[in-house]
């Protein structure tokens, strides 16, 4: 059954926070101008040094929470800029009627690092060290403490498309009842963990990261949190109204790192969210890529793309060129990035998210249409397609529209 057919699902405005803006607002007039300022030399307890785009811990807020880490600070910055938008979804729903959907790779990684430390250096684990210092599920749990959710509350950690991945689950939670609203999202951190261990499988750039270029090396990691209240209303009081009109996942079962060279689980899972919505290819206005800057990312999204989209050249740019990789809350970053979009170009706005890179196309990749220098959109935008293509070939596709241009 189409998306078409079933319960339309409406995305509230979105907060985010990130080293390239502290608010949906400061976002899009960073990627719009191609502004990778935020991406900045960081030193790790190796002592290596890496090019990643934190958010400075003196600019999150304090917090009322059982784990106090950076991670959950970040998340509540990102909370507090919705959480109108969640009071009015209790007094409309109920908090009965309110789940969590939340994507994250950390696992209260800087927690297990300062007790590790301590074992190392004194034989045993500090008395405040738990397993719970460990769970994967905070992140979610912390939102429903917080805000008084008795909904399920849901963690997701499928690599760099978790967030996305969370999305598609709140839509499925109040497509099938089991929820009205839904607070979903992603967050993570670029611990030195993170860092180091990309850095192993010789994953991270030596310099800002240059997706799609000739010239790319790796990866730039990143800070970052986004979410949005999905519900089954519209409590959206000022734009257009946005909706989640399809996604689609599927995975490659290729291998445990590197994607299906060739981008057939990619292009599937594009395919998929195309058919979701009931869109065809050249419905879609603008791509927002997964776009990590890594030689076989870039390789098999680029053919992914062709593909799909044929003799359609849309827009498409890798917003990671502002942002970094912010791994677990990529797809919700990008997402805000598409929703924006929307309602910008609603208002007669020809901006897009362009890509930051040296403009040197790899000439064995596909042409991709990259928005780019002075690139600018001439029609009104409509639907966006966001790419989020993690480790282990897990793969999801949304589609956001705006809902008086959507009908099928």
């Given at each position: 059954?189409?998306?078409?057919?079933?319960?339309?699902?409406?995305?509230?405005?979105?907060?985010?926070?990130?080293?390239?803006?502290?608010?949906?607002?400061?976002?899009?007039?960073?990627?719009?101008?191609?502004?990778?300022?935020?991406?900045?030399?960081?030193?790790?307890?190796?002592?290596?040094?890496?090019?990643?785009?934190?958010?400075?811990?003196?600019?999150?807020?304090?917090?009322?929470?059982?784990?106090?880490?950076?991670?959950?600070?970040?998340?509540?910055?990102?909370?507090?800029?919705?959480?109108?938008?969640?009071?009015?979804?209790?007094?409309?729903?109920?908090?009965?009627?309110?789940?969590?959907?939340?994507?994250?790779?950390?696992?209260?990684?800087?927690?297990?690092?300062?007790?590790?430390?301590?074992?190392?250096?004194?034989?045993?684990?500090?008395?405040?060290?738990?397993?719970?210092?460990?769970?994967?599920?905070?992140?979610?749990?912390?939102?429903?403490?917080?805000?008084?959710?008795?909904?399920?509350?849901?963690?997701?950690?499928?690599?760099?498309?978790?967030?996305?991945?969370?999305?598609?689950?709140?839509?499925?939670l109040i497509r099938s009842g089991l929820a009205d609203a839904v607070v979903a999202g992603g967050v993570d951190v670029a611990s030195d963990t993170v860092l180091l261990g990309f850095d192993a499988l010789e994953?991270?750039?030596?310099?800002?990261?240059?997706?799609?270029?000739?010239?790319?090396?790796?990866?730039?990691?990143?800070?970052?949190?986004?979410?949005?209240?999905?519900?089954?209303?519209?409590?959206?009081?000022?734009?257009?109204?946005?909706?989640?009109?399809?996604?689609?996942?599927?995975?490659?079962?290729?291998?445990?790192?590197?994607?299906?060279?060739?981008?057939?689980?990619?292009?599937?899972?594009?395919?998929?969210?195309?058919?979701?919505?009931?869109?065809?290819?050249?419905?879609?206005?603008?791509?927002?890529?997964?776009?990590?800057?890594?030689?076989?990312?870039?390789?098999?999204?680029?053919?992914?793309?062709?593909?799909?989209?044929g003799s359609h050249r849309l827009l498409c740019s890798s917003t990671k060129s502002e942002t970094g990789h912010t791994l677990g809350a990529a797809g919700a970053l990008e997402a805000a990035v598409c929703w924006k979009l929307i309602q910008e170009s609603a208002k007669g706005a020809d901006k897009v998210p362009?890509?930051?890179?040296?403009?040197?196309?790899?000439?064995?990749?596909?042409?991709?249409?990259?928005?780019?220098?002075?690139?600018?959109?001439?029609?009104?935008?409509?639907?966006?397609?966001?790419?989020?293509?993690?480790?282990?070939?897990?793969?999801?596709?949304?589609?956001?529209?705006?809902?008086?241009?959507?009908?099928?």
């Amino acid at each position: 059954m189409s998306a078409g057919a079933l319960q339309k699902i409406y995305f509230s405005a979105p907060g985010v926070f990130c080293s390239a803006g502290k608010n949906i607002g400061e976002l899009w007039s960073c990627v719009c101008a191609a502004d990778n300022s935020g991406i900045k030399k960081t030193r790790t307890l190796s002592g290596k040094e890496f090019f990643a785009a934190r958010v400075e811990d003196q600019s999150l807020p304090n917090v009322n929470a059982r784990l106090d880490m950076k991670i959950i600070r970040m998340e509540a910055a990102a909370l507090f800029q919705i959480e109108d938008f969640i009071f009015e979804a209790k007094e409309k729903y109920g908090p009965e009627r309110i789940a969590v959907c939340v994507g994250s790779c950390d696992n209260g990684s800087e927690l297990s690092i300062a007790g590790h430390r301590t074992f190392f250096e004194q034989g045993s684990f500090p008395l405040s060290y738990t397993l719970e210092n460990q769970c994967a599920d905070y992140v979610a749990t912390f939102v429903s403490e917080s805000y008084g959710l008795k909904g399920a509350s849901l963690a997701f950690t499928t690599a760099c498309a978790s967030s996305a991945a969370a999305i598609s689950k709140a839509a499925e939670l109040i497509r099938s009842g089991l929820a009205d609203a839904v607070v979903a999202g992603g967050v993570d951190v670029a611990s030195d963990t993170v860092l180091l261990g990309f850095d192993a499988l010789e994953s991270v750039s030596l310099q800002k990261t240059n997706p799609f270029s000739k010239n790319r090396s790796g990866i730039t990691l990143g800070d970052g949190a986004a979410f949005f209240l999905l519900s089954r209303d519209n409590l959206l009081k000022s734009g257009v109204p946005v909706i989640l009109s399809g996604s689609g996942q599927s995975s490659d079962a290729y291998h445990i790192t590197s994607p299906d060279p060739e981008g057939s689980g990619a292009a599937d899972a594009m395919q998929k969210a195309l058919d979701d919505a009931c869109l065809k290819a050249e419905d879609i206005d603008y791509l927002n890529l997964h776009g990590t800057g890594t030689r076989l990312n870039d390789s098999m999204e680029a053919k992914a793309v062709e593909k799909v989209f044929g003799s359609h050249r849309l827009l498409c740019s890798s917003t990671k060129s502002e942002t970094g990789h912010t791994l677990g809350a990529a797809g919700a970053l990008e997402a805000a990035v598409c929703w924006k979009l929307i309602q910008e170009s609603a208002k007669g706005a020809d901006k897009v998210p362009l890509q930051a890179w040296d403009g040197e196309r790899d000439t064995e990749l596909p042409d991709l249409n990259f928005a780019c220098g002075n690139a600018a959109t001439k029609v009104r935008v409509k639907n966006c397609m966001s790419n989020s293509f993690a480790f282990g070939g897990s793969n999801t596709v949304l589609i956001l529209s705006a809902e008086d241009s959507y009908a099928v």
